[in-house]
């Protein structure tokens, strides 16, 4: 079963508009949650986190927020650039257990 | 920029043959994760170690994989024998301690003949 899901295996967003990677979760014990970006032939990235006390964060271009009673976080790339164009993971935290990742959304930015 | 280093970065074996892979993590980061990623998916642990002991290894298949920190800096990954099954990217990451942001090398991609 999975804990994190990311239900968007893909999306495409022109270049200069906003993207949106959602990413749902199940287990209600996750306290921490992690946005990590991958390019081909490369290790994941780290973006961004939030802790589980806190209903946003933001970083330049990147903002991740975080709804607990929907189970739902969300991270939103303001505007979108070429460079951008990647793939998403969603990651989550709960007391001292392995982080555990979503599968994934490829993000195309089209210039 | 510290980064977590990773080698070879490509590796083509036989089935039945022996491989390895080495990961030298960020300096100071005292806990150090392998990892799998199989295309499509995210990455899954295999092991996580704490300075040189080994603090989770229950998704790692022991029948086959061995790791090692000898002296809580660098670690090595063993398979023997690879199966076609193992074919993957094998990624190691490094953190400052458990539930630390972690930090991801290059990986290395694995093709099992």
């Known amino acids: 079963d999975q804990q994190v899901k990311q239900n968007s295996p893909s999306l495409s967003v022109q270049e200069g508009r906003i993207s949106i990677l959602n990413c749902d979760y199940t287990n209600s014990m996750f306290d921490y949650f992690l946005w990590y970006k991958k390019y081909p032939a490369e290790g994941p990235t780290f973006l961004i986190s939030i802790s589980s006390i806190k209903d946003k964060n933001e970083d330049g271009r990147f903002t991740v927020f975080l709804n607990k009673s929907a189970k739902h976080l969300s991270l939103h790339i303001v505007p979108s650039q070429p460079g951008d164009s990647a793939v998403y993971f969603c990651?989550?935290?709960?007391?001292?257990?392995?982080?555990?990742f979503g599968k994934g959304t490829r993000l195309s930015v089209i210039a | 920029e510290a980064e977590v280093a990773q080698s070879p970065r490509y590796k083509i074996t036989e089935k039945s043959q022996a491989v390895a892979f080495w990961c030298d993590p960020i300096?100071?980061?005292?806990?150090l994760y392998w990892y799998r990623q199989i295309l499509g998916q995210g990455p899954e642990l295999l092991v996580q170690?704490?300075?040189?002991?080994?603090?989770?290894d229950s998704q790692l298949p022991k029948d086959r994989f061995s790791a090692e920190r000898l002296k809580g800096v660098d670690s090595t990954l063993k398979i023997q024998p690879a199966e076609l099954g193992d074919s993957a990217m094998y990624l190691c990451a490094s953190s400052r301690g458990q539930r630390e942001t972690q930090y991801f090398g290059p990986g290395t991609r694995l093709l099992v003949l």
């Open positions: 300096s100071g980061h005292a806990t």
């Open positions: 170690f704490q300075d040189e002991s080994v603090v989770d």
């Open positions: 990651a989550a935290y709960s007391g001292n257990t392995p982080l555990v």
